[in-house]
């Protein structure tokens, strides 16, 4: 038998990085007009980067420790993984989430509930399957002011930034920024903005040009660990900057060659396929192009000897079984993905 809620289930899809006011109010309006509230936590597998500061554990305390025990106990939080340039990847792990809690859905009523703030909210047209709950966008409220607030050194903007938090999600940031990983966050969000800054002069917002190489071996990736003040430690594909006087290719093996030590004569007729990746938010620092290359290295008895150089700070074969979004700089698990089909 029906409740008297219009929903048994409303689903409420988002970062939450951090979870504010706005979330909150959301997540209430879905409480008052279903029986259970599924809250979707995103990029649940990406590292830690000033725009996804916070794991999805850490998110979910956030979530639940803004409600009172009976609120609670109608909220489910799931955490779903980025699928970058694979909606379909992406769409199947929100299904199946939701499955995993509602059942045969075609005997519940299910909603998506949300607001279309930008061009990140075209998820909610993406389920025919189920009915849309629009809600008001409250106060204006956005996540992504509050983190610059919270990496930045104006004292004012973060205690306003703090005013638009659950309680609970303040108290979680104060105790945050006594951490390790706040003071590595800060760091770069200082880093990109110095780098930002050196283009203000600029005509033209900054569009630049990559090229990186995904070679493979026997079930191995040649990848890098990154130096430098900009993704430091993340596990990265070969590459960098591509010289004026030079193409995507041919940057691309120079690039290799100075990062990995490989012998670049192990790159001839191994190339596969090669792919444009131009998202516009796939870097935090600026707009950035790359085209990537994929090699495939014929099978040998050992792995080629590889070592880090110029701004690497190793260079190393990882096993494909081993590959962990969490561990991957920028989008470059996603350029992996869709290169190898995995």
Aim: charge should be negative.
């Amino acid at each position: 038998m029906h409740s008297s809620r219009q929903f048994d289930y409303l689903v409420f899809i988002g970062r939450f990085q951090p979870f504010h006011q706005g979330h909150h109010h959301v997540v209430m309006q879905a409480l008052a007009h279903a029986d259970r509230v599924i809250v979707l936590i995103g990029s649940a597998n990406a590292p830690r980067t000033p725009k996804n500061p916070f794991t999805a554990d850490e998110r979910r305390t956030m979530i639940l420790n803004s409600f009172g025990e009976l609120e609670r106990e109608r909220i489910h939080c799931i955490p779903i993984n980025d699928a970058t340039y694979n909606d379909n990847k992406w769409l199947i792990g929100v299904q199946r989430a939701i499955t995993s809690m509602t059942g045969d859905s075609a005997q519940k009523r299910i909603g998506i509930i949300g607001h279309t703030k930008d061009e990140s909210s075209y998820y909610l047209h993406l389920f025919p399957q189920y009915d849309s709950f629009e809600v008001d966008n409250f106060q204006g409220l956005s996540a992504t002011p509050i983190r610059k607030a919270y990496f930045g050194d104006d004292l004012d903007k973060k205690s306003t930034a703090f005013e638009r938090l659950t309680t609970a999600s303040g108290e979680f940031l104060d105790a945050f920024e006594r951490t390790d990983s706040y003071h590595y966050l800060k760091r770069e969000y200082q880093h990109i903005q110095a780098y930002q800054a050196a283009w203000q002069e600029a005509p033209y917002p900054p569009s630049l040009i990559t090229s990186d190489a995904v070679i493979v071996q026997s079930g191995h990736i040649l990848l890098v660990k990154r130096g430098g003040d900009y993704g430091r430690g993340l596990y990265a594909l070969p590459g960098g900057f591509v010289d004026g006087d030079e193409d995507f290719y041919h940057a691309c093996i120079r690039e290799v060659q100075e990062e990995t030590q490989l012998d670049s004569k192990l790159l001839k007729n191994s190339l596969k396929a090669s792919h444009l990746f131009d998202a516009p938010g796939r870097s935090q620092r600026a707009r950035t192009v790359t085209m990537a290359y994929y090699f495939e290295l014929p099978p040998q008895e050992k792995l080629p000897n590889v070592q880090g150089g110029d701004d690497a700070d190793s260079a190393f074969w990882l096993p494909l079984s081993q590959l962990d979004a969490q561990t991957m700089f920028e989008d470059h698990y996603g350029i992996i993905c869709k290169l190898l089909r995995l």
